[in-house]
């Protein structure tokens, strides 16, 4: 069994290995994968943003004003982006994992700021031991520069209209989380750049796993930017961490899942913390997930928002140079070390 995990350097293969009925010894990541249900997972009707009636518009802010502060995470329904288009971009990311293994290869990561971007992951646990993922995954930076791999062809046009369609629904949000906070409008268009705002898109293939316990698709982690939304071919997986305690994530047809994501936390000075979230696996079906982190402008330097800083007395957060931030983040492959905390400022 040991062979096949070396001579693959994808995930698919060795769990489609018919003899296979345990995990790699370099797969172990005990934990307890069980996450609670909850009813009350804030749901959030991005059309009502833009209704004529000023009380369905104050609720729904007041709404999101809570899914912030308080779970950091909510389900987006009636978005207008179309469900065709939502499963095309699953259907195109399935295909790359489906290519032959060479060809996958051509995009193993050299360093952080590659473009593309594909490989199974691992990261180095507190006892100092490499432990290796139970996912493959591709990943490429598409604005304000589109990067993609050039196989499957139809990966190209689709995820250039998904990251198209995904944008103007990521700065009415903005916007909205803008007005919540009390800044001055256009402010945060202006601070972040958003027209050259930046999007990296991730799709992570995670198949079936005979020891779902013993394993992990991706650990606790917080995410690099201000939004990340991310969608699903139906099988669940995604846990968010709320008042210490995990959640599952389950979200009707064509909804997005949103959480906010370090940058937000940085520029609410605190306010709109970054939720921890995490991905698990199970035995019977393969998951998979397309995510677009959406941030500031690769070149602006994101800083807790002046009018915030003011009411707080103090920044909460030093600045830093929103590429510098992403690719500091995707080379720290130490489990337990955020950028976050890196970039904190202590109480004196």
Request: aromatic residues 8%; negative net charge.
């Amino acid at each position: 069994m040991a062979a096949v995990a070396q001579n693959s350097s994808f995930v698919k293969a060795l769990a489609e290995n018919p003899t296979l009925k345990s995990i790699p010894s370099q797969f172990t990541f005990a934990t307890d994968s069980k996450g609670s249900q909850s009813d009350s997972l804030p749901i959030i009707d991005f059309s009502l943003l833009t209704s004529p009636n000023p009380d369905q518009r104050c609720r729904v802010l007041a709404d999101l004003d809570s899914a912030c502060r308080e779970w950091g995470f909510f389900i987006l329904v009636n978005h207008g982006i179309p469900e065709k288009l939502l499963k095309a971009i699953i259907a195109s990311s399935l295909e790359f994992f489906e290519l032959p293994e060479e060809e996958k290869r051509r995009y193993e990561a050299k360093s952080a700021s590659d473009p593309v971007k594909s490989g199974s992951g691992s990261l180095i646990n507190t006892a100092n031991q490499r432990v290796h993922l139970w996912r493959d995954f591709v990943k490429s930076y598409v604005h304000p520069e589109f990067n993609c791999p050039t196989e499957p062809h139809t990966l190209r046009e689709t995820l250039q209209e998904f990251s198209g369609k995904t944008r103007p629904v990521f700065r009415k949000l903005m916007h909205a989380i803008e007005e919540n906070l009390g800044l001055e409008q256009g402010f945060v268009d202006e601070a972040l750049k958003l027209d050259s705002c930046f999007q990296l898109y991730a799709a992570n293939y995670y198949p079936p796993c005979p020891e779902p316990d013993q394993a992990i698709g991706i650990p606790a982690h917080t995410d690099h930017g201000l939004l990340t939304f991310l969608i699903h071919n139906g099988v669940a997986g995604l846990q968010i961490q709320h008042n210490g305690e995990w959640f599952d994530t389950f979200s009707p047809q064509n909804a997005i899942l949103v959480n906010n994501a370090d940058h937000l936390e940085i520029l609410s000075n605190g306010r709109y913390k970054s939720v921890r979230h995490r991905a698990v696996v199970n035995t019977e079906a393969t998951r998979i997930s397309v995510v677009m982190a959406n941030g500031a402008a690769p070149e602006a330097v994101v800083a807790p928002a002046p009018a915030l800083v003011e009411k707080d007395g103090r920044p909460f957060y030093r600045p830093m140079k929103f590429i510098e931030y992403v690719e500091t983040m995707l080379s720290n492959r130490l489990l337990g070390k955020s950028n976050l905390d890196c970039i904190k400022i202590q109480d004196e």
